[in-house]
Structures are given as C-alpha cells and as structure tokens.
C-alpha cells in the first residue's frame, strides 16, 4: 500500500512538472516579445539575450502610437474590422448551409457537401491569382470588400457546421414546423441557439485566422491606411528604418485583442471544444 501511495506521488509530481515545464515553454516567447519590446534594438540584438527589462522603458509603445498619421491605430481599426465583419459573415454562411446539409433534403445535397469537402485539399495559394483578377474585374482593390469577402463561403465552416447540427433532433425541428415556425424561424429561433458553443469555436478560430493574415493584404492592398496590422507591421522596416524595438512593441499591442476576445469567450470555446470531442 505504501509503495502504491508512492508510486502514485511520484507519477503526480511529475506530471505537475511535465505541465509546468509545457507551460514556461509555451510562454517564454510571449514574456521575450514583452521584454524586447522594452528595450532598444542595440539591447535586442546583443549577446548573451536580456531577458528582463532592465533599463528599459515604453518609449517604443509611445513611438508605435505617434506613428505618421496614425497609421498604427488605422491599422488596428482595419483589422478589428475586417477580421469581425468576416466572421460574422462566415458564421452566418456556415451555420446555414450546415443546416440545409444536416437538416434538409434536396437533390444533390451528398454530391454538393463532397464537393464543399473536398475543395479543402486544394491548397489555397493555388486561388490566389484567380481570387485576384475576380476582385480587381470587381474593381475592389483597395477597398475593404476585398479583404472581408473573399473567403466567406468557409469549407471547413461548413464541414464543422454541418456535422455538429446532425446530433439535433429531428423531432425538435418538426415540433418547430408544427408550431408554425417557417424554415428561418425555426434556423434562427431553435437551431442558432443550440448551436451557440459551436458558433463560438468557429467563429475564434476564424477570427484568430483573419487576424493574422499576411498574404491576402499583401497582394490586394497598396495604399498605408488600408492595410491590415500584420501587413502594416512587415512594412515598418519601409515606413521607419530598421526599429527592431518598435516593431516589438507593435507586435505586441496586436496581441491584446486577441487575448481579450478570447477571455471573453474562453467558457463556449472550451465547451465547444468539449462537445466536438465527445460527438458521437
């Protein structure tokens, strides 16, 4: 019994350590970036690495918030923006088509949902060109059309979408009808409310994806106050010289409404999370 107990505090401790270990591994790069963005880029790029702000100060967030124009905070607002407005787009397109491939019985409907599916094999850099001569035919280019939507018609939304709405009852939807619920009132008064924990995983991965991307904004915008923040950002070393300590800092500051977002909607991403692994 007492070998048992202590076999039993050994395995805790270290699975204690193995988890603290996983955690300083994980947040060493964020607690760097908060470091460096204190400090000058002589500071930054000397040998051995400082890890603790020692001497340093805010003058690099003070510097980022007086950029020329503003242009820092524009890009900011560009990206709340248009990382916002496509989610709600894709959360909208995705949780409906989900219901009419889950719900709703139609010629075709197998074939169409393969169809959605297998799109998501073809690699995206291969419609970049494609997606570019519709939007400049469109006359989109530089313009924030460009940037919320192309991609709203998600596959893997819909994927997501259409395999979580098959786990609701059937007899749910026809007690709806019965009722005199048309098909919108019954999407949008009985479904949409079942699937909120969902809604809300798809809509953070999402958000999380738009947030950060790079290649798009790349090609579709040009003009300084269209961009988005990660292109903003890769372009200070163009607008300011090489500042290594205000590109920290601005890297920085991209990361708080990231983390807000997802503190407020931590409890139905992990209960989302928690229903995705137990389907079926």
Do not use: H
């Amino acid at each position: 019994m007492n070998r048992y107990r202590a076999k039993k505090k050994v395995f805790s401790f270290l699975k204690t350590f193995m988890l603290f270990l996983l955690v300083v591994i994980i947040a060493f790069p964020f607690w760097q970036l908060i470091v460096s963005s204190m400090l000058d880029t002589n500071a930054i790029i000397s040998y051995p690495p400082k890890f603790w702000p020692s001497g340093g100060s805010l003058d690099n967030y003070t510097e980022v918030l007086k950029m020329q124009g503003g242009a820092y905070l524009r890009w900011m607002l560009n990206s709340v923006f248009v990382a916002g407005s496509n989610t709600v787009l894709v959360v909208l397109v995705a949780s409906m088509a989900g219901y009419a491939f889950a719900k709703r019985r139609f010629p075709g409907s197998k074939v169409l949902f393969n169809v959605v599916v297998a799109t998501q094999i073809i690699p995206s850099v291969t419609t970049l060109i494609p997606l570019f001569l519709i939007v400049s035919k469109l006359g989109w280019v530089n313009t924030y059309k460009s940037l919320v939507f192309p991609g709203v018609a998600s596959a893997f939304g819909v994927y997501m979408m259409t395999q979580f709405m098959k786990d609701i009852p059937d007899s749910l939807i026809e007690a709806a009808k019965i009722d005199g619920c048309s098909n919108y009132g019954t999407f949008f008064k009985i479904v949409l409310p079942i699937t909120v924990p969902q809604l809300s995983l798809l809509a953070i991965f999402n958000f999380t994806q738009q947030w950060g991307s790079l290649t798009w904004p790349l090609i579709t915008v040009n003009e300084t106050m269209m961009k988005t923040l990660p292109l903003g950002i890769a372009s200070m070393k163009d607008l300011n010289g090489t500042l290594t300590g205000t590109i920290m800092a601005a890297s920085m500051i991209s990361f708080i409404p990231l983390l807000i977002a997802f503190i407020f909607a931590s409890d139905k991403f992990i209960e989302g999370m928690t229903l995705g692994a137990v389907k079926g």
